[in-house]
């Protein structure tokens, strides 16, 4: 296609066209969706042989299946005769894919072992060469599937990199056997906006959230980040509106490989002696707590009182609070985000049940925070289509980060060090050439 | 329903619930929270009719202080998500009494809401379960489960009395 990577981005900007061209938006799915590993489920989702899930990957129909070995396999959910679907259900358990147009049978491994009425097909029809097609790439990490559309993508773990892999390990470690379920439903949340809305933004939330404020101000709730007075902490953001949050110590990073995080922990562990005792004042709490210091030692009370690891993993992945929450990119100016709870293996029921309601409390389509998130990116969508001046300025804290070990880079909390890292790989990946001659032109 | 109800219980039934639905379309949002009872209620917005909310996670559940914050927040004027608010238009029919017991009448009903925001319109259509306390002065909401009749395609805003 014609469009000039560099002239919709440079230094702390981009042109305005990046949220609401369609040509750019199919370019995306070609050269970034296409070509970089993607978030696709996660392993407790299919725990039995014959599970399966099904999942839209860059609008592509795909089944998650635990095979009848117990192998984990990520096919295409389409017949290798004119492309009808083969699995209809949202989730369940087959041994079969059995294509209803004319009858077509895949096992859940993806073998083609049934064609009706065979004969009529001459002998250069070969069965075994029309499976369903699996997924090019496939690795796990702690039971995060990623795959891959493109074969030559570089291994999982150096994609993901050493700090993404210790934050998925933090998100994990809140269980004192290590295991997470993502087994406690689902929320599908639609909004007006393009997907590149959704990054990580440590500038936005005592505006964005000032009704949590006004909560918080009217005594209903506790604030995070103000001295510890005694009331449990919510999962919300440092909000104190007229006042800086970079003074809580919070940090916003890029990873790398546009991965980006906020470290919230400072905020949190300022109140960690009222989470716990909070905690500890429940028999389950107690009981939670005493099992991850069994398990962890020192590292328990960090565990404990910061757990959220609040990371997103370019282009599709956020795990956020209590979440999983998966980016799924419709048009330019629409995208749909899905959001799982993660439950922690090996605690208290009660623990599992205090997530999913601090989970709807915030992040619910009809919750506090999340909502009023959509909102703005719906407003920013409209606004956007006003191009006088289309550039948007992403220069917060230009200049002032500080370049960690392995290409990490933190600024403070609200500057724009996130979406500076998500867009400088948004233009490394659209810039690069190869993609198939007409998909997009 | 075992016994033939009375026309009186039926009617003022249904009157409680048009207003509770005409106090909703009207985000007359304090005199909503005015038709529940005090101490503990369920506003539950679930996504199935069978889900244990113990284990699975859902779009609502409030008991007393999480619906007074709900209200709060709406009343705010801060809540951008409802700046400007959604208009809703609710219609609620198959109206049937299920139980009538000494202290609480258990009532269903399909409700279709007609939203429009910024140009656009949709329906949301729920099957509504109530529980009306009695009192001397007539119903008290005690619980109201929503269920979503569509509940895997993705929701916009929902952030209105569901």
Redesign the interface.
Known sequence: MGFDVDAVIGPGWVDGSIYTDEEIFRAELDRIFKKTWLYVAHESEVPEVGDYQRRELAGEPVIVVRDRDGELRVLLNRCRHRGNLVCQE?AGNSQFFRCQYHGWTFTNRGDLVGVPYPQSYDESFSKDAMGLTPMPRMETYRGFIFVSFDPDVPPLAEHLGAEAIALIDLFVSQSPIGEIYVR?????????GNWKFIGMDGYHTNF?H??????QH?G??ATEGAPDDGKPAAEIGPLEFGKSPDKLGNKAWSLGRGHVHINNAPQRMARAETTLAALTSTPEGAEYVASMQASYGERARTLICAPDPHLGLFPNLQIIGVQIRVIEPQAANRT???QY?ALLGGVP?EI??QR??K???FF???G?GS??D???F?RNQ?GLAAVAEPKVVLSRGMGAETELADGVVEGAYTDEVPQRGQLERWAELMRATGVTAGSTS | MTALLDVQTVLSVHEFLYREARLADAARYSEWLALWQEGDITYWVAPREDVDPTAEVSLVYDDRALLEQRVARWESGFAWSQVPRSLTSRLVGNIEVIADDDDAVTVTAAVHVWVARRGTSTLLAQRVTYVLGKQADGYVLQEKKVVLVDPDSPVGNITFVL
């Open positions: 949202q406690a439903g689902v929320q599908r949340v639609e909004y007006q964005v000032r009704s949590v404020e006004f909560l009217a209903k709730v749909v985000v899905v709870p029921q599992n049940v999913l309601r989970h709807e409390w619910s389509p009809a506090f909502p009023d959509y909102e703005v719906e409209a």
